[in-house]
């Protein structure tokens, strides 16, 4: 059965980790982050094309979901609407969802300011029990 999820979580709580220890021949790991590696492995975030990673993140997502591969999307998902573009894909093809949500803080690796991360935090909102959120503390 193909499923779709969706890991949320702080900077540096652990969503990729968590993510590529279960990619498998039936499940792809994506995330925006991906978008920012080049062709050497090397990690160069460019702010003003965030949009676009999470556009590509979607599009890649919504690939593998419609050729019958499993997908973890790891992204911070603090918000409903974050997270909307996938609850409606997964609807729209009638993929099964899960939700994990990662509460362990390793540090992040990509620098994120701490005043980055309090905006986070302060709009964190707490999933709705239907959801049946798989938490990883």
Same mark, same amino acid.
């Given at each position: 059965?193909?499923?779709?999820?969706?890991?949320?979580?702080? *900077?540096? &709580?652990?969503?990729?980790?968590?993510?590529? +220890? /279960? %990619?498998?021949?039936?499940? +792809? @790991? #994506?995330?925006?982050?991906?978008?920012?590696?080049?062709?050497?492995?090397?990690?160069?975030?460019? *702010? &003003?094309?965030? @949009?676009?990673? @999470?556009?590509?993140?979607?599009?890649?997502?919504?690939?593998?979901? $419609?050729?019958?591969? &499993? #997908?973890?999307?790891?992204?911070? =998902?603090?918000?409903?609407?974050?997270?909307?573009?996938?609850?409606?894909?997964? /609807?729209?093809?009638?993929?099964?969802?899960? =939700? #994990?949500?990662?509460?362990? +803080?390793?540090?992040? $690796? @990509?620098? %994120? *300011?701490?005043?980055?991360?309090?905006?986070?935090?302060? /709009?964190?909102?707490?999933? *709705?029990?239907? =959801?049946? #959120?798989? %938490?990883? +503390?």
């Amino acid at each position: 059965m193909t499923t779709l999820t969706l890991v949320r979580g702080l *900077p540096g &709580s652990g969503k990729s980790t968590y993510a590529n +220890q /279960r %990619v498998n021949s039936q499940t +792809q @790991h #994506v995330e925006a982050d991906m978008y920012f590696i080049d062709r050497n492995g090397n990690y160069a975030f460019d *702010p &003003s094309r965030l @949009h676009a990673a @999470h556009v590509w993140c979607l599009d890649r997502t919504t690939a593998f979901l $419609i050729g019958g591969t &499993s #997908v973890m999307v790891t992204n911070t =998902f603090t918000t409903m609407k974050e997270m909307q573009a996938y609850l409606d894909v997964a /609807r729209r093809l009638d993929i099964k969802l899960k =939700f #994990v949500e990662m509460r362990t +803080q390793y540090g992040s $690796i @990509h620098g %994120v *300011p701490e005043a980055t991360m309090e905006k986070m935090r302060n /709009r964190w909102v707490t999933l *709705p029990e239907d =959801f049946n #959120v798989k %938490v990883i +503390q």
